[in-house]
């Protein structure tokens, strides 16, 4: 593996071996990441901030998205 922590997938896409938390409830984005990321990286999912630092305590993740719309749940 090289510097940038990449290798390929089976699509022949550069897959990424950091693990990605989404942090939103709203099924669309939910939808778009799973269609924009199948394949090339590990993500998790939490609807709310509780639920995201368990995962975050759980796994270690490299990258966080938060949708600002659950901020405050």
């Not at 390929?8 to 071996?17: A, D």
């Not at 939103?24 to 778009?32: F, P, Q």
Request: with cysteine; charged share 20%; hydrophobic share 40%.
């Amino acid at each position: 593996m090289g510097p940038n922590n990449s290798m390929r997938g089976k699509s022949g896409m550069s897959t990424v071996n950091t693990e990605i938390l989404i942090l939103s409830a709203d099924s669309e984005v939910r939808s778009a990441v799973e269609s924009s990321l199948s394949g090339i990286c590990q993500y998790h999912f939490a609807d709310e901030v509780a639920s995201a630092l368990d995962l975050a305590a759980r796994s270690p993740v490299g990258v966080l998205v938060l949708d600002v719309d659950s901020a405050g749940n």
